[in-house]
């Protein structure tokens, strides 16, 4: 992960600190359990290597008890999505202001290869030696379906990665980062049909926020089939997308998102970089906000709490003991 | 009483005991109903005992008659009609009670007024009723108690306020993650009305997310808090197994019910000390302290934050659903006599370099605050290398960090308080030892058989894991030892174990508490 050497860097990661407005000691990297899950041992930071899936619980936790905390979840397809799905859907729905990196690499690795829940259908492992049955998960759309306010994607070696990180940091609130993985060892190439360097502009459809969804050099684009209510490949004629009818992409719009998230490959290029970011109130602040307000004017006084509600005086001269 | 509560709740009436039955309430359909072939009011099958019957639901409807209230509404005044008549038998105040409606009803005035009606006729009727028979009046005098202000308090309140008041004493703001269950939950309800005491509450979405949180929270400085029962303390072992590796403070109240599985939820039980002593993957030693009394809830409470936070490790604290939701009178402490245990946090490295786990004299490493400058570092749930916490799997290692996590634990035993007879004397003839809510049942028929000369004396155990530093000589000075337990024998094997003392058990695990009298079986039994 060439992009991530920088931040591991001691030298390189201060400049990359530094591009993100961000503190390394304010800075917590937590994690579950997978090969994604060694990553806050990369880091120069605070990190909390936790158990199975769960580090979405201990985030909540550690930044409602200091809100000031900059916090990375770092979890893979089996983590966030198998054994930690529920953590990850209600993080994602109560918006935890905190980014989460899920590496997706369609496998599980550290165990030695069984299939995950993103593999695709008819997988062959040691788990599944006639291959996979089951329908795949899609971090994406389970995320955004979640309640998530903050879509974004990538891969390992893509060199825009470090701006969708960027633009994750910069949101306030749950900020969802879903990075294909290629596991050299277990699952190796299986995103080469989009993320492999030859024919990658046909494949991969950057978004930009306020430009049109153009791919293929600009030759094809993406508009709205408004009599399916589906998205649609369209060809852009002399470089008049708009004649074309391409949408132009608002990272606002959450019902584009949604139709983006579902976008199928193959018949549709993979919508990479920012799918979606409409910031929305954060779970801390409002459990902050509201403990406050439920404080106003009332005392910490431990002695008047004890002696509360309806007591009665026992006098020297009573019955004795 | 109606036919099915006398068909549940006789048995334990002692003989000679008073049953007082609504003969309003035993129709065919309602005999029938509880099973019974003929009226028990009527076919001398209650002789062991007093009866009094008498059409206890006509008398209520007459009561509230002025209230305009459907029948159904009427005849749920009975219980404060039938109340009023114990107050009058006992000599009792009303107007607590009086209060306590007007203010329980206070959006409904004509319910208020109807209860108290009620309450007033079926005081009247004791009053004014020419009952010769069992209906008499008693004067009973208040109990001993010591000077000073008092009030009530349930197992489940005292634990709350025994936590704020141990994170006061701490110094530290408190972070409660819990999930209902019963009979768990008034924790969090009490816990969530009190944020101007720097509690923060949190409903998570199961239980490991509950206990995870409290982990992240106490990662981050503050005091972490979590609760719940048996299945959900099932939930929690691994990361309790987390807690114990990275070393962070943590208290878990489990209130017991009966299980397994999910049990006798609305039951008490204690079967799980193996659970709290033994029940974690890898060698995860972790101290338990059980609470006796609602009362006890509270010291018990202060307690186990002390332990957690002096020595970095997760503390369980044992109630059960008995003492959860039993009240009782309180003497409100004076917070003077409690000793701060102030944490202090590591904020700059020491002299020597900052090593995540150096060991203070009691074996605790340092609580950093992730925020903190310059102390940066990395910890989780792989084993760590002495002293740096680095990833570490070499055998020597792995060796020597679970000697320590063990000493530092055994350790706890030297801040605790010498293991003391409750009743009676060390190197009496019969020892009989509790822990939790038996305390009142074997307290008093310990009482009792000393009163018939036996050589009889109380242990009550406080601290389950680890135990008093005395404890063994203790128990060896006995000559005998039973061990009444909620379960089928759970410290009675501890004891074994530890002491090699020939502990013999004394089981009861019908959901139900020990009565006095099985007690003071149990202890002629032993003294055959």
């Known amino acids: 992960m060439p992009w991530m050497r920088g931040l591991c860097d001691p030298e390189g990661g201060a400049a990359h600190y530094a591009q993100l407005g961000a503190d390394p000691a304010k800075t917590v990297f937590i994690s579950g359990i997978g090969c994604s899950s060694r990553f806050p041992y990369y880091m120069e930071t605070y990190g909390f290597h936790t158990i199975h899936g769960r580090a979405p619980a201990f985030a909540t936790g550690l930044k409602l008890a200091n809100p000031e905390l900059d916090v990375w979840l770092v979890t893979g397809d089996g983590d966030g999505l198998s054994i930690g799905g529920n953590h990850t859907m209600h993080l994602l729905r109560r918006n935890l202001n905190c980014q989460i990196m899920l590496f997706n690499n369609e496998i599980y690795g550290l165990t030695k290869g069984q299939y995950s829940p993103t593999s695709r259908e008819g997988t062959t492992s040691p788990s599944t030696p006639y291959g996979s049955v089951d329908h795949p998960a899609r971090p994406a759309a389970f995320a955004l379906g979640s309640g998530a306010r903050f879509v974004g994607r990538g891969f390992d070696v893509s060199k825009n990665l470090p701006d969708v990180l960027k633009a994750a940091h910069a949101h306030q609130g749950a900020a969802f980062i879903e990075i294909f993985q290629n596991c050299i060892v277990y699952n190796k190439d299986v995103f080469e049909d989009f993320a492999a360097p030859k024919g990658a502009e046909d494949r991969q459809l950057w978004l930009e926020d306020g430009k049109p969804m153009l791919f293929a050099g600009d030759s094809k684009g993406i508009a709205l089939d408004r009599d399916a209510l589906t998205l649609k490949v369209v060809g852009v004629v002399d470089g008049d997308w708009e004649a074309a009818g391409v949408i132009v992409h608002d990272v606002t719009n959450r019902s584009v998102a949604h139709m983006l998230v579902e976008m199928p490959f193959g018949e549709f290029p993979m919508a990479l970089g920012v799918l979606y970011d409409d910031p929305k109130a954060t779970f801390e602040d409002a459990v902050v906000a509201q403990n406050k307000a439920a404080s106003e004017g009332k005392s910490a006084d431990l002695g008047k709490l004890l002696s509360k509600g309806q007591t009665w005086t026992v006098t020297e001269g009573g019955p004795e003991l | 009483m109606n036919p099915a509560a006398l068909k549940t709740n006789v048995p334990a009436l002692r003989e000679g005991g008073l049953i007082i039955a609504d003969s309003g309430e035993f129709s065919k359909r309602n005999l029938d109903k509880a099973k019974y072939d003929s009226n028990p009011l009527e076919d001398g099958s209650l002789a062991r005992w007093q009866l009094l019957a008498f059409d206890i639901s006509a008398l209520t409807i007459e009561a509230v008659k002025d209230f305009g209230l459907g029948n159904k509404d009427a005849l749920r005044c009975k219980n404060m009609w039938t109340l009023g008549l114990a107050l009058w038998m006992f000599d009792r105040d009303r107007q607590p009670l009086i209060d306590w409606l007007n203010a329980k009803f206070a959006k409904k005035p004509d319910i208020a007024a109807a209860n108290i009606a009620a309450l007033n006729a079926g005081h009247a009727y004791g009053e004014t009723a020419e009952l010769s028979g069992p209906l008499k009046q008693y004067h009973v005098e208040p109990a001993p ?270 801040s605790i308080p010498d293991q003391e007879v409750c009743l009676g004397q060390a190197g009496a003839k019969l020892a ?97």
């Not at chain 2, 009782?328 to 020597?352: I, Q, R, S, T």
């Not at chain 2, 501890?494 to 009565?515: C, I, M, W, Y």
């Open chain 2, 432 to 528: 009989v030892v509790g822990w939790g809510s038996t305390f009142g049942p074997i307290h008093q028929a310990v009482k009792r058989a000393q009163r018939k000369g036996l050589d009889v004396a109380h242990v009550h155990i406080r601290h389950i894991w680890p135990t008093p530093a005395n404890l063994g000589d203790l128990l060896r000075s006995f000559d005998r030892i039973i061990v009444p337990e909620m379960n089928t024998g759970q410290l009675k094997t501890l004891l074994r174990d530890q002491f090699l003392v020939d502990a013999k058990p004394v089981n009861k695990v019908s959901g139900q508490p020990f009565t006095i009298a099985e007690m003071e079986a149990a202890i002629e039994e032993a003294l055959k």
């Open chain 2, 145 to 414: 108690a010591e000077a000073g202000l008092y009030r009530t308090v349930t197992g489940a309140e005292s634990i709350s306020l025994g936590l704020v008041a141990g994170a006061q004493l701490a110094g530290l703001p408190m972070f409660f993650g819990g999930y209902p269950i019963t009979p768990a939950s008034a924790i969090l309800h009490h816990l969530s009305r009190l944020k101007e005491y720097g509690i923060t509450t949190f409903q998570a979405e199961d239980e490991i997310a509950a206990i995870c949180a409290a982990i992240g929270a106490s990662y981050a400085g503050s005091l972490g808090v979590t609760s719940s029962s048996g299945p959900g303390i099932a939930l929690k072992g691994e990361a309790m197994g987390l807690a114990i590796m990275t070393e962070l403070p943590l208290v878990i109240v489990n209130s017991q019910r009966g299980g397994p599985s999910t049990g006798l939820p609305t039951k008490t039980e204690q079967s799980d000390l193996y659970q709290a002593v033994y029940g974690r993957n890898g060698d995860a030693p972790m101290p338990v302290i059980a609470a006796r009394s609602p009362v006890d809830c509270f010291d018990c409470a202060i307690e186990a934050v002390r332990i957690a936070t002096e020595y970095m490790t997760p503390v369980m604290l044992l109630t059960d659903g008995y003492i959860a939701n039993a009240a009782e009178p309180w003497k409100v402490p004076d917070l003077d006599g409690y000793k701060p245990f102030p944490v202090e946090f590591m904020n700059e490295a020491p002299e020597g370099g900052f090593m995540p786990y150096a060991r203070d004299n009691k074996l605790a490493r340092p609580w950093v605050k992730p925020g903190t400058p310059g102390l940066m570092h990395r910890i989780g749930g792989i084993e760590k290398a002495q002293d740096t916490g680095h990833i570490n799997y070499a055998p020597e290692n792995h060796q020597a960090m679970t000697d320590i996590r063990k000493a530092k634990v055994d350790g706890v035993a030297g």
